[in-house]
């Protein structure tokens, strides 16, 4: 039987859309496409779609851009739209737990469990308590739909709706692999969500999202500055842009870019202590960084210290074949923070559990 091919990897952003197409074969895994597009400001805020004409014409620019043939897709959503928790229940086959799962289910949704999609895997049994760990996935179908509906617009067939925060995951296992007896963070930090996801002997322990990004960057800029939205963007990737030196006090964007890396990077160090405090798991052994707001250059550090645990930037590409010939190398080093998602969903094929 012939292997199913990989699904085209689309992660629609808040900020951007990237698309990542991958060949698996005996020799390994291969990127045979990326590409990414911006899409404006407000098109999609907190995971809703405000503007999805817009975000349908993106897409359609960058398949015929790229010539793909592929038309199965995976694309993943976050966000209050979605909760995973990990629960204790009592130890029962696979069977009774299919029945069963929709009522259990309901203790740990605040939403009517008809509006949501169900997912659920075991992480491990414990037969001398009778009890088993379960992880719970429940999305909203609006958005599940919605999500769905835009891909098929653009002329494609969604054939898998992930989490951003597994597609991550998924990312960082093929790259790095899970190193047993530690725990990893792996922290996605978008223009408007932080998703933290800690992963302990492979198993995820701890998932919780927070509602801060690239924006209040940009937002804070803006309003210590007293510029334009577009001025203060371009000020927040100064660092790596080089802006026009004369223009601004560059102190002052440095200023307001460490004040504002100083509460993020607070806010994510008191969801590891609660982690910490509520978890048997033990240490952290590494945190890694992904998503577009991951390039602040001052952010790494300042959570480094805030943490006091090392902490590094994913690279998405680490263990994927890259030829030269077709993609330009600094561009793709440049952008790989941006791209874990996409590779995680370009990883994925049709019927996939």
């Keep these: 039987m012939a292997r199913r091919k990989n699904a085209l990897g689309l992660d629609i952003g808040s900020s951007s859309v990237k698309l990542v197409q991958l060949r698996e ?39 015929s851009a ?25 130890a029962m086959t696979q069977d009774e737990l299919d029945e069963s799962i929709k009522w259990e289910a309901e203790q740990y949704i605040p939403f009517d469990v008809n509006d949501v999609y169900l997912d659920y895997q ?3 049994s414990r037969p001398e308590q009778g009890q088993m760990d ?52 792996l922290l996605d930090i978008g ?48 660092g790596e842009r080089g802006v026009d030196a004369d223009s601004v006090v560059p102190q002052e964007v440095e200023r307001v870019m460490a004040s504002v890396s100083e509460s993020m990077a607070s806010e994510i ?14 240490r952290m052994s590494r945190v890694y960084l992904s998503g577009g707001t991951a390039k602040v250059p001052s952010l790494a550090r300042t959570i480094e210290n805030r ?3 090392a902490v590094e930037l994913v690279d998405p590409f680490r263990n994927i074949q890259v030829d030269p010939k077709l993609f330009n190398l600094d561009y793709l080093n440049e952008v790989r923070p941006l791209a874990v998602c996409a590779v995680g969903l370009g990883l994925r094929r049709q019927g996939d559990k």
């Design 25 to 63: 074969s005996k020799k390994g895994i291969q990127l045979a496409n990326f590409s990414m597009a911006p899409l404006p400001s407000e098109a999609i805020v907190d995971g809703a779609l405000m503007n999805a004409s817009a975000v349908v014409d993106t897409i359609q620019g960058m398949v």
């Design 191 to 238: 223009a408007s969500t932080i998703n933290i996801n800690i992963i302990s002997n492979g198993i995820t322990t701890f998932t919780r999202d927070i509602s801060m990004g690239g924006n209040q960057f940009t937002e804070e800029i803006q309003k210590q500055l007293n510029v334009s939205y577009d001025e203060a963007e371009a000020y927040k990737l100064g």
């Design 269 to 282: 160090h008191r969801s590891l202590d609660f982690y910490l405090a509520t978890s048997s798991e033990g």
């Design 122 to 124: 075991i992480l491990q």
């Design 307 to 309: 943490v006091g645990v």
């Design 66 to 90: 790229q010539k793909l043939k592929t038309k199965e897709v995976a694309v993943s959503i976050s966000g209050h739209s979605v909760i995973i928790k990990k629960i204790s229940l009592p």
């Design 134 to 185: 379960v992880l719970l996935v429940a999305a909203k179908k609006e958005v599940v739909d919605e999500y769905s509906g835009i891909v098929r617009e653009a002329g494609l067939e969604p054939v898998v709706v992930d989490v951003d925060c597994f597609t991550i995951q998924n990312t960082f296992e093929v790259n790095y692999g899970f190193p047993p007896g530690e725990a990893v963070v």
